[in-house]
């Protein structure tokens, strides 16, 4: 019976055919040359090809096939379609991982998988009834060889990077700096030039937002017109919706604007549609060193065998000198963060701006009052009515609140006493002892049934002692410390009075201030409360005494 047949209960299946391309500009791989491979094998086993997954510019080393945009979509869909089309191995997968995870989906899912070309051939899979073990055994075979080629791709990548990066104007590749685009470079290969002209559905040319955000930032001193901050830059730029730097590579590319970004240390990633502009990234801009043309990698200048650095465009946005003097203005308006003591907030992740719902932070320079302030800037974001207060007032105002709702509950530690049951360690051992049995009259010489004997008797005779352990449960035991909370925080520090507000829920919100020379706190324009929390990781079980006081 030929293979087509097999299909023939259930009428003509549907196949989606999968086209996958690292570089877009491979022709040996061209999505046309995957696209007629795959209608080839689809006419072999008589199935009707219903759509395409086309992933372009998607590496099969760094994305699983649940991962890429267009084929992840189909396969949390598996009721949609009846066979999956690739035109080779490598085309699918570049691991062993990435293989047995679709091996699982296709059996769970009842699906046939067709390789349309390959090292033998045309590779077709049904796993609707299974597959045998030898041929379990070619996939894990053609896995090893498209990871280990990978492997050899990726070495060979670096190592011509590396060599491409100490060339004078050749750019390798990948996103290029801000304000920049590559054009080919005569006699083959890529520089980069300034990116002058605006791209269609891009916004403004990057030279053009470059040249503002200097023009802005360093005002027009004849006219008496002062220079602006990066953070009021900042949110223009937002305000107007000309795309940030990442953003702007992405639509020049045709990809989605926005992605994942690191959150806070122990938070996860942030996904956001669009990047904004922030005062951070306006900095980093103007003094990175690659708009005077110079090629960096990792933060530093690329350097040739005198210590020159090496240029990756013969036309720089600006001059050496126009790049000093933005580095000038920047380190005169720059703040020395060396003093800030945000680490020793006692209100750091407490305290909120009531308009915008963002952490305040506390703003602690030389010779003048530590105040908390919305930092919304920060984000990219602006807040209608940014609030700030003094430092000592609201931390005075929140240990007074604080204290007042828990300060006379008495202190607990909770001992855990796991307990033992010796069941496992019997399991464990019973089965090292059976497999050290079947070792058994196997020894040649004396020596070595003299050293099989004693290993049977340890193990006999760390059973029976097993045997003999009673189990002992687990129990958990509530100690009074004799302290009550008000103790605990006369005698803790500022972090560990943070930790104990935090692990209470405390949250206070503040509203933005009148005009006046007020001489202590406005409570109206504050608000405090114990929130419920999450106290896995409580250690004094704050939420155990708050939950008793209720």
Known sequence: MSYPATFAAHGQPRALSAIRLSVETDETTSPGRQREANETAAAFVGAQIIAEAVDLGVSASKTTPFERPELGSWLIRPDAFDVLLFWRFDRAVRSMADMNALVQWARENRKVIVFAEGPGGRLVLDFRNGVDLITQLILQIFAFAAEFEAQSIRERVLGAQAAMRGMELRWRGSRPPYGYIPVPLEGGGWTLAP??????????????????????????????????????????????????????????????TG???????????????RFKWTPNVITKLLRSHSLIGWKMHDGKPVRDSEGKPVMATAEPILTRAEFDVVGALLDARSIDNRERKDTNALLLGVIHCVSCGGRMYLNAQTGKTPTYKCNSHARGDVCKAPANVRGDWVDDYVTREFLASVGALN????????????????????????????????????????????RADALDARLAELEETPKVEARREVISTGRTYADEWVDADTAGKRRMLLDAGAHLTVKRGTRGGWR?????????????????????FLAAALAEAA
């Open 520 to 540: 202590r706190l406005d409570e109206s324009r504050v608000a405090f409360a114990l929130r419920d929390t999450d106290h896995a990781d409580a250690g004094d």
């Open 195 to 256: 990116a002058t002209e605006a791209v269609e559905g891009c916004g403004p040319a990057p030279v053009a937002v470059i040249e503002r955000i200097i023009r802005d930032l360093m005002g027009d001193p004849a006219r008496g017109v002062d220079g602006k901050t990066v953070t009021s830059i900042a949110e223009a730029l937002n305000a107007e919706e000309i795309p940030s730097p990442r953003d702007w590579w992405s639509l020049v590319k045709g990809r989605d």
């Open 411 to 454: 202190v607990t530690r909770v001992v855990e006493n796991p307990g033992y049951d010796p069941a496992p360690e019997i399991a464990a051992t019973l089965a090292e002892f059976k497999e050290h049995q079947e070792q058994k009259g196997r020894q040649k010489s004396r020596s070595a049934r003299e050293e099989w004997q004693r």
């Open 259 to 273: 992605g994942k970004t690191g959150g806070a240390k122990g938070q996860r990633a942030v996904s956001r549609k």
